[in-house]
């Protein structure tokens, strides 16, 4: 069974930073890649930023430039790196990425890490 477990969620004020952890259970990333999701209450969960298995990342057009996605395949763990952070960036942040088998396609979650930036 894989799993997906987060930390590094906090209060902090707009302007700062945090960086987010995601460890996973078994050698998923260096084969699959990962992202990051984030979800308000009443909203549907959005990308936020995605990681190939070649280090290739993406994100999303309101944190671009701001955030950064990255692994370290030895220690099975993605990270979020979050900076100049907003009050629209409040969410639960979560960590996902799927495994191929057989054709069919599994998708894994963490449990999430809540972020919150107000004064």
């Known amino acids: 069974q894989v799993q997906l477990v987060e930390s590094g969620g906090d209060l902090v004020q707009p302007g700062g930073s945090l960086r987010l952890s995601c460890l996973a259970s078994?050698?998923?990333?260096?084969?699959?890649?990962a992202d990051w999701y984030r979800q308000v209450p009443g909203k549907e969960r959005e990308l936020v930023a995605s990681i190939t298995l070649t280090d290739n990342a993406n994100y999303a057009a309101d944190v671009k430039g701001r955030f950064t996605i990255s692994k370290d395949n030895r220690k099975n763990t993605v990270y979020l790196q979050m900076n100049s952070l907003k009050p629209e960036d409040t969410a639960v942040y979560y960590c996902?990425?799927?495994?191929?088998?057989?054709?069919?396609?599994?998708?894994?979650w963490g449990q999430g890490t809540q972020v919150t930036v107000s004064s």
């Open positions: 078994t050698d998923l990333f260096s084969i699959y890649g």
């Open positions: 996902h990425t799927e495994r191929t088998n057989f054709g069919r396609t599994y998708h894994y």
